[in-house]
Each structure stands twice: as structure tokens, then as C-alpha cells.
């Protein structure tokens, strides 16, 4: 059943683009951190959410390089990130109101992902995905999603997309965003607006 699901999932994020239940909600800049060349520059996510059957998802897609990456997060996983991101926040005031920097993982969790190259096909796997505190000093402190190294369906290749980081205006910014009523009132406007042009 587990292995049913999650070949509907990486299905649906192959279409998503064209599912007609599904809605950009916001774009974000943010810093991408380039694990092969070592470079950090700046990438825009765009956050779109959508229904599958009668449950909310949300897909982030970033495009650092000519290489066009898309990570899908089911209901259960987009929870789990939303409480990702709150964590997030208490250690950022614990930290502040200690004068303290750190760096530790708050929360490792598979996700569906889709890889989308002009001299390749679209190739879909399954990363792992670590959100992880880190401290630039005693009162900056980031956000840092890591996407892990993974194989792909070609047996040659595997894909390294980088991470990229959030500032704390961008973390509360997304978790605003992710908000199940959100994605809803996002899909709704969405429908109405489609109606005006029949």
C-alpha cells in the first residue's frame, strides 16, 4: 500500500504543473548554497499548493541553475515541515535571548522530487530532506534546507541539488504560506477567477 502511494505521489508531481487543481501561492528569495562549486547566490522558490483528492499538498520549485528542481510535500510531509519551521522559531529565541549560537538538525524526513534538465529527461527520486538551525551569530540565525545526495533512475547519475536557507522574515513568510486555509482560499480564488472566462 506504502509503495502504491508513493508511486501516486511521484505521478502526480510529473502533472502537477498541469493538474487544474493546483495554485502558485507565493514567491520567495532566498540564498542557494551550491554543494558542488561551493557558492552561495541568490534563487527564488515559487510555493505552489494544490489538492490531491481531499488532501492539501504544496510543491517548492527552485531553479539555481539551468537545472529546474521540484520538491513535493504530501499533507503529512508539509505538516511535519510546518512544525520544522516553529521549532525553528523557539531556538531562534532561546539562542537571542542567551546571546548563544548553535547548530543542530531539527527534523530529517523523506520527500518526492522531480528533476527537470534540458539534455535529460525528468527524472524522479526520493531525497531525504534535513532542516537544520544554524547560527551566523549571536542574533542572526538561519534556517538551512539540505537535500541529500540521491540516486536517480539512471543507474549513471545521481542528483545533488543543493540547499538553500531562510532568514527568519522568510521562515515566518513560508510557514504563513503553508497553512492548509492558505492553500484553500489560494485554490478558491483560483476557481472563481477561471470562472469569469468561460
Avoid: C
Avoid at 52 to 71: C, H, K, R, S
Avoid at 156 to 168: E, R, T
Amino acid at each position: 500500500m506504502k509503495k502504491l502511494i508513493k508511486i501516486m505521489f511521484m505521478l502526480l508531481l510529473i502533472v502537477a504543473p498541469l493538474y487544474s487543481q493546483e495554485v502558485t501561492l507565493a514567491n520567495l528569495n532566498v540564498y542557494y548554497y551550491n554543494n558542488i562549486s561551493k557558492i552561495v547566490s541568490g534563487t527564488a522558490l515559487q510555493i505552489n499548493g494544490g489538492m490531491n483528492g481531499e488532501d492539501t499538498y504544496a510543491i517548492i520549485y527552485f531553479e539555481p541553475t539551468l537545472v529546474q528542481y521540484a520538491a513535493l510535500f504530501s499533507k503529512e510531509q508539509r505538516i511535519e515541515l510546518l512544525a520544522a519551521l516553529q521549532k525553528y522559531k523557539e531556538w531562534r529565541e532561546i539562542a537571542i535571548k542567551n546571546k548563544v549560537e548553535h547548530a543542530k538538525d531539527i527534523a530529517i524526513f523523506p520527500i518526492h522530487a522531480v528533476v527537470d534538465r534540458n539534455f535529460l529527461k525528468t527524472t524522479v527520486y526520493n531525497p531525504n530532506l534535513t532542516i537544520h538551525f544554524v547560527s551566523n551569530s549571536t542574533t542572526e540565525h538561519f534556517l538551512y534546507f539540505f537535500f541529500h545526495e540521491s540516486p536517480t533512475d539512471n543507474m549513471f547519475l545521481k542528483m545533488n541539488p543543493g540547499s538553500f536557507f531562510l532568514d527568519y522574515e522568510n521562515v515566518v513568510f513560508l510557514e504563513q504560506v503553508l497553512q492548509e486555509n492558505n492553500i484553500l482560499e489560494g485554490l478558491e480564488n483560483q476557481r472563481k477567477n477561471d470562472a469569469l472566462f468561460q
